[in-house]
């Protein structure tokens, strides 16, 4: 199946700094990158859709100042966590569309100190 | 907006034994999808249903797909250590978002 990569896989950093993850599709190209954020034990919320060469829709709730998205190119989107939090700590996961499948990335968990 | 239930929220089940997980949404999918979930890993795409009352297999996982699009279950039979994890259901609508059932954590016991 189609291969979606995450970076980093996991990263610590403190209070008020931002962090940037990167969502790659590597053998096919996604015009549509979904980014979904899960907690310990809960479900997976969609957070925005991340359509390449315009802007982002946020779902309801997450605020766009504060996570920045940019899809690039057809095979790489970016979400930046600007002035995290220790609220903003989750595992955080991105999802590239091929067709009617979502193919996800492994993840990439946040711990912000 | 658009919600997909899921029940139950945990499954403990003895080895051998089957079990199913239900989800229903409060509107018409287009298609709805099943994910797995391993402790610590990423969701992993098993199945998409598209049409009214659609059934599919896959060994012992059986999917189906309701008349009116609003409800799907995953039914699996002979239950063994490797079907350990989280089952999400996620509902599709036309702009091919996700809504994502809250899932049902499988524990099995030998």
């Known amino acids: 199946g189609a291969v979606v990569s995450q970076h980093p896989s996991w990263v610590i950093c403190k209070s008020g700094t931002s962090v940037k993850i990167e969502c790659r599709s590597l053998d096919f190209q996604a015009t549509t990158m979904f980014w979904y954020r899960q907690f310990p034990k809960q479900s997976l919320m969609l957070m925005a859709t991340?359509?390449?060469?315009?802007?982002?829709?946020?779902e309801q709730g997450v605020e766009k100042d504060k996570f920045l998205i940019n899809h690039a190119s057809l095979t790489l989107s970016t979400l930046t966590v600007t002035s995290a939090h220790p609220e903003d700590s989750s595992f955080y996961i991105c999802s590239a569309r091929s067709q009617y499948t979502q193919y996800f990335g492994p993840g990439t968990r946040l711990t912000v100190l | 907006g658009q919600q997909v239930m899921q029940i139950p929220q945990y499954q403990h089940v003895q080895e051998g034994e089957d079990f199913t997980t239900y989800c229903n949404s409060s509107t018409t999918l287009s298609n709805i999808q099943w994910y797995k979930q391993r402790p610590g890993g990423h969701p992993v795409f098993l199945i998409q249903l598209v049409k009214s009352g659609e059934v599919k297999k896959q060994k012992r996982l059986t999917f189906q797909f309701g008349e009116a699009k609003k409800n799907s279950s995953l039914h699996i039979t002979a239950t063994q250590t490797t079907d350990v994890g989280t089952y999400f259901c996620?509902?599709?609508?036309?702009?091919?978002?996700?809504?994502f059932g809250a899932g049902t954590t499988v524990t099995v016991r030998a």
């Open positions: 996620a509902g599709a609508s036309n702009d091919y978002k996700l809504s």
């Open positions: 991340s359509n390449e060469g315009s802007k982002a829709t946020y």
